[in-house]
């Protein structure tokens, strides 16, 4: 069974840093186009960050400047990596995994989240 395995999360103040990580189980991560998407109380899912299997990025206006996404395919892995963190930036964080080819999704996984809080 596909898993993504999202660690990294937890308490930083205002201004802090976290990096958080994604773990995919199995060996389709590397066709994959991989995103972090974040979801708070009251608000619809959106994404945060992506990059695609030819390391394209991309980024939410709101994260800009702050927050960097990367993978290392050899380790199966997706990173965040979250600077001058705001407490806006406070939600839950989940990974994607998809491949979309010729408009058809090949397949999406997402991963059980990871809980960040930006508090002084």
């Known amino acids: 069974q596909v898993q993504l395995v999202e660690s990294g999360g937890g308490l930083a103040q205002p201004g802090g840093s976290l990096r958080l990580s994604c773990v995919a189980s199995?060996?389709?991560?590397?066709?994959?186009?991989m995103g972090w998407y974040r979801q708070s109380p009251g608000k619809e899912r959106e994404l945060v960050a992506s990059?695609?299997?030819?390391?394209?990025?991309n980024y939410a206006d709101s994260v800009k400047g702050r927050f960097t996404i990367s993978r290392d395919n050899a380790k199966n892995t997706v990173y965040l990596q979250m600077n001058s963190l705001k407490p806006e930036d406070t939600a839950v964080y989940y990974c994607?995994?998809?491949?979309?080819?010729?408009?058809?999704?090949?397949?999406?996984?997402w991963g059980q989240g990871t809980q960040v809080t930006v508090s002084s």
């Open positions: 994607n995994a998809r491949l979309v080819v010729v408009e058809t999704v090949m397949w999406d996984y």
């Open positions: 990059i695609t299997n030819g390391d394209w990025a």
């Open positions: 199995e060996n389709f991560f590397s066709d994959s186009d």
